[in-house]
């Protein structure tokens, strides 16, 4: 079995062994180093992986056909490629950050907890290297339900209003994808495929989608990723979600499972229907800025921290949809970066008011203050956290977001520069509800008597902290060693959606003209001539 697969069924595999153990202890464990092998494998892939190879190839690809009739041309297919290496390890890496961060925080029921966590790791993956479009659907639609207990079961008071929230907003955009999986793959099989139905990734991929049929596929898939990215002004259940989710689930959600949605647009909506997403580019730009704004004036005003990052992650995540839809290599390539430092920097700190919470069980801002005085640890990771998220020059924040401004400034596709000016000032915001929680939090007076024998991080939360920081500190000075395992993939797709574009427009054209070659003509036939008598 290939790399790939065992990356995403690992997880699974672990899952089950938890059905076997007995005692917390051992269940934390097996889950520890099930996460933990799950990640060096997948270092593998980042070893293994030839950025000089033929972008529009994956590698390490794995394939198994036969598991449907021969009528369907449905398959397992996974792989890696420049577009989803980064998010597959991104994944991996959270995994045993997640479980060493739920160690002290989960209280009950640990073999659920942490199998559904685990469920949830196979999901995820299995979304960022599926090739088959129904394979996809189901790794998608799987991510559902573990992420529905977790909140639903170790959430906090409204966790069921929350749960049941999130499942019906990402329910209805993914069943309307499934309408539009379908109609596409008969089109598809019909004009590539010889007439058998088809959700082969790269089959799709040569089926030139009308220009009467883009605009609705695509608004059909648009919205189902749209909803999970989440996109203003479907994003009212990421809140909800986020506050009642245990620390671990915020830190999944947060991390990989929104970047579901913003994977979907670039892997899926772009190069599938590109004549639709060009020429929807500036509504989808309007309302990413509308998202970065809207985003950190309400994160401003919240007295829960954790509320506070939520919509933080809003105002974050508008960035990475405005830097897709610019379709120039600058912000995409911002985009895809961005996606990982957003995993990073609001990971760390959803992990650090866990922490907050389990020291105080309370997340209001007003508890606290002064706190740097008695745990200058956890001081420095929350400020340095909070700092990589503002776009401090010289962490990993600062890369993304200037190279989606930088190249949305310069293309036609994002409504001018005007808006991409008003998206600019959303870095400016979010310096300033990050450093207003920072002060609120952990300096000036200590009000709270509590607040005085806080205690500091224990090595465990360090040792969960220190690697995310890490990652923060070298996206920042090093970014090229990322950056360029994603160019040549960014590139190669950027290439395909003009080429796509030009073939759906010139074949538009050609129909065009033929009708009106055919338009009003008017045809005789002669009569039959009678022989003479």
Known sequence: MPITSIVIFLPLLGA?????????????????????VTFLVSLLLWTGFDPAADPAVPQMVDVLSGWFPEWLDVKYVVGIDGLN?????LTTLLGPIVVLGSWTYIGKQHRGYYALVLLLQTGVT??????DLFLFYIFFELTLIPMYFIIGIWGSENRIYAAVKFVIYTLVGSLLMLVAIIYLGYAAGNAVNGGVFTTDY???????????????????FALSFAIKVPLFPLHT??????VQAPTGGSVILAGVLLKMGTYGLVRFCLPFFPNAAQEYSVLFAVLAVIGIIYGALVARVQPDAKKLVAYSSVSHLGF??????????????????????????????????????????????ADFGGIARVAPVLSFFMVFSALASAGLPGLNGFVGEFLILIGSFQSSYTGGPVLVALATTGVILAAVYLLWMIYRTFFGEITHEANRTLPDLNPREVLVLAPLAVLMFVLGFFPHSFLKVSEPAAASLLDRIEEKRAAVLEAAEAAEAMAATFDGTQFEVAAPSTPAP
């Not at 299995?126 to 090739?131: D, W």
């Open 237 to 242: 259940w990421l809140p909800d979600a986020h």
């Open 85 to 89: 290496l980064l998010l597959v390890l």
């Open 16 to 36: 089950l062994a938890l059905l076997l153990v007995r005692g917390v202890s051992a269940i934390r464990w097996t889950a520890l180093v099930t996460t933990t």
């Open 320 to 365: 990475v949809v405005l830097g897709l839809f610019a379709f120039n290599l600058e912000a995409l390539q911002g985009a895809l970066i961005q996606m990982i430092n957003h995993g990073l920097s609001t990971g760390a700190l959803f992990l650090i008011v866990g922490m907050l919470y389990e020291r105080r069980h309370s997340r209001l801002m």
């Open 202 to 220: 790269f089959k799709l991929l040569a089926y030139d989608v009308p220009l009467g049929m883009q605009t609705w596929l695509f608004f059909l």
């Open 126 to 131: 299995g979304v960022f290297t599926s090739y």
